[in-house]
């Protein structure tokens, strides 16, 4: 399926679970998510990737070796986990998970909804 942007939202989301996820720092895909108080369910993941590289001083403070696994898995607190899904209603949505800590209460990381798309013929 082609998309193409429909328009950039860059909010932060509450998504939600219908199992807890194994791993806090890598939960993989929501079951569904909130939204301007409207709650958008996940039928279909259609793409992933992940962004663990590191950038500008964090990225001069390892061997070059630890970097390379590092980016390739993941280090604590680095990185963003990138999911193309498809609601029940049929919109399709690029949401991220950034795994950087906000502060020392929340070390989680958040959820975003980065922008929404449109699928179009080729």
Do not use: C
Not at 17 to 31: A, I, R, S, V
Not at 34 to 43: A, N, S, Y
Not at 76 to 104: C, E
């Amino acid at each position: 399926m082609a998309t193409k942007p429909l328009r950039f939202i860059g909010e932060p989301v509450e998504v939600h679970f219908n199992q807890p996820p194994t791993l806090e720092k890598k939960p993989g895909p929501p079951d569904s998510f909130t939204w301007r108080g409207e709650t958008f369910v996940i039928t279909e993941i259609l793409s992933e990737w992940h962004d663990y590289a590191r950038y500008g001083r964090m990225a001069r403070n390892m061997t070059a070796e630890h970097s390379r696994r590092a980016g390739q898995r993941g280090s604590w607190g680095v990185g963003q986990d990138y999911y193309r899904i498809q609601t029940s209603n049929g919109r399709i949505f690029d949401l991220y998970y950034d795994r950087a800590p906000k502060s020392v209460d929340q070390r989680k990381g958040a959820w975003f909804l980065d922008r929404e798309l449109e699928s179009f013929s080729e």
